[in-house]
């Protein structure tokens, strides 16, 4: 008998949710709404650059420990397991995406992301230098990691990732493209990982008073940071990731207890993959569409898209990743967002299989009795 398999936890589910909406966020701010010529008296459109820069340590770092807390028990199957399921899953998912991106990508020259433009960088960004995609490249590689050192303490193999953050986080390492991301946000999958544990004795123990005292210290160092340009700081970065961590975990256990709204972002926190992979190109074909429309408007309307824009787009493409999802597996497309099954045996075939097996190995013993004889 087996015992019954631990139920997974909401409050997981609603940071992954909170984290694909401000990664949408902040690709529509950043490759789209800062694009647009402006012509305001206020500085609306530096005021929402700046408050998705202040989340910059939380997002993807947040992301990465509940990903590698969902990981825990993957990570303990054997190699050929983990190469199929995970591996090369997700390095497929990243090679197939990135050919629809760049696809798309081509016919929007303009449009502020990295995308190949020959050979050479496809290539480039296939191996070493992801593209906006490389969340899913980086899972790829963390898997790897993860199996290679699982025999190895954790103060070791974490302190080596945290050193690794750190010194990517400083610019001395070469890290064109996403490839700085790869190394900064190992430490937060293996921390996920291997000290599951620890991160849901925190959720147990987060109070409105430790979400509360932890999301001003977070203000509060972010303002300073930023006053005294220390962002390249040794050390900096991971610091407040890891602070980051701690803030988005307790809130979402809190807004798991607003029934509707965690429930809402739950189900989103369970659906992040179309989303992930869907949102850029269609951001891009927006733009396009948009950019030059949105320039030429007067400052009344302007005003009104400089505060509500960021938070429409964002919502609209939710939605649109979500729908295009629900009807491409209705047609029978979801070899795009999971690695095909192999070929299953019929039962017939496979008890074919094994009668002719049995019979083979009845004949070989008899013959061997005789010759034994």
């Not at 997981?12 to 490759?31: Q, R, S, T």
């Not at 995308?115 to 070493?128: F, H, K, M, W």
């Not at 869907?278 to 408007?297: E, G, I, N, T, Y």
């Not at 491409?328 to 999971?338: E, K, P, T, V």
């Amino acid at each position: 008998m087996t015992a019954p398999a631990k139920a997974r936890a909401q409050w997981a589910d609603i940071v992954k949710g909170i984290c694909i909406l401000l990664v949408v966020l902040w690709h529509v701010v950043m490759k789209h709404y800062l694009q647009i010529d402006w012509h305001l008296s206020v500085p609306l459109p530096g005021a929402w650059g700046t408050f998705g820069e202040q989340l910059l340590p939380l997002r993807m770092p947040v992301f990465f420990t509940v990903s590698g807390m969902f990981a825990a028990a993957a990570a303990t199957r054997p190699w050929l397991v983990v190469a199929r399921s995970r591996i090369a899953k997700f390095y497929y998912l990243y090679v197939i995406w990135f050919a629809i991106h760049t696809t798309v990508l081509a016919f929007v020259p303009d449009f502020e992301t990295l995308s190949a433009r020959n050979a050479l960088d496809v290539l480039e960004q296939l191996t070493i230098t992801p593209t906006n995609l490389w969340y899913l490249m980086a899972l790829a590689v963390y898997f790897i990691v993860a199996k290679l050192t699982r025999g190895m303490p954790t103060a070791v193999v974490l302190g080596a990732a945290l050193l690794l953050s750190a010194i990517a986080a400083t610019g001395v390492l070469a890290a064109p493209g996403n490839r700085g991301q790869l190394y900064q946000n190992l430490f937060f999958f293996l921390a996920g990982l291997r000290l599951k544990s620890w991160v849901e004795q925190w959720a147990a123990g987060a109070t409105l008073r430790i979400l509360l005292i932890g999301a001003a210290g977070y203000v509060f160092l972010m303002a300073v940071v930023q006053l005294l340009h220390a962002e390249r700081g040794f050390g900096v970065w991971p610091a407040l990731s890891v602070l980051a961590v701690m803030v988005g975990v307790a809130a979402a256990v809190h807004i798991e207890r607003l029934h509707r709204l965690g429930a809402l972002l739950a189900r989103l926190g369970r659906m992040t993959l179309p989303i992930y992979v869907m949102h850029m190109p269609m951001l891009a074909l927006v733009h396009l569409a948009l950019v030059k429309p949105f320039s030429r408007l007067g400052s009344g309307p302007q005003l009104v898209l400089a505060v509500f824009l960021p938070i429409v787009l964002t919502a609209v493409l939710v939605a649109a990743c979500l729908g295009l999802h629900s009807l491409l597996q209705r047609i029978g497309a979801r070899w795009l967002f999971d690695l095909p099954a192999r070929a299953a045996v019929p039962a017939a075939q496979r008890r074919e299989d094994q009668t002719t097996v049995r019979l083979n190995r009845d004949d070989f013993l008899s013959q061997t009795d005789r010759s034994g004889a």
